[in-house]
């Protein structure tokens, strides 16, 4: 019947979007709903303020075909500069869609004086091999692209959270 783009925030630093079609009796009357040309965009009050400002292209590429969402989500100020930026490309373009088969993903919350504090989210929250992720993957990924990067701490309460744990469906 139409598609529902949802949206969360597991980092101050991060949104994370999801899209699914949805059949007549999965719409709510809290839903916000976008006519577009032949079909409804449906969006439920929580994910509202993170799709104000997206947009949703079809693309077709050498790596597959499939949605894309940009997010006019910017960095906070204090997160700036060269460093950053290649640091943030290193966790957009190489670690998350590597974690992101585990239902995982990383977040960049902070870097100071060439130490980068990041927090692992979905299923690398909990994950009793976040420490072999962060060691051999983030670690070795980004000191690899930000050579003058001398440390990575994961901030992640591995504790709480709504997918500690990941488990593969059945």
Not at 31 to 45: A, K
């Amino acid at each position: 019947m139409g598609l529902r783009i949802g949206a969360q925030a597991p980092s101050p630093l991060k949104v994370d979007f999801k899209l699914s079609f949805i059949a007549e009796e999965q719409k709510t009357p809290e839903d916000t709903i976008i006519p577009f040309d032949g079909f409804e965009v449906y969006i439920d009050p929580e994910s509202a303020p993170y799709v104000e400002d997206v947009t949703v292209d079809f693309v077709d590429g050498l790596m597959g075909s499939g949605f894309k969402i940009e997010s006019a989500h910017k960095l906070p100020p204090h997160l700036s500069g060269p460093m950053v930026e290649k640091v943030q490309a290193v966790i957009d373009t190489q670690i998350n869609p590597a974690v992101a088969s585990h239902g995982g993903h990383i977040s960049l919350i902070d870097v100071k004086d060439h130490v980068v504090y990041v927090q692992l989210g979905g299923g690398c929250q909990g994950c009793g091999m976040a420490d072999v992720t962060l060691k051999q993957g983030i670690e070795t990924a980004i000191k690899e692209a930000v050579p003058e990067i001398t440390e990575i701490y994961d901030v992640t309460d591995h504790v709480d959270g709504k997918n500690p744990y990941y488990q593969p469906s059945k």
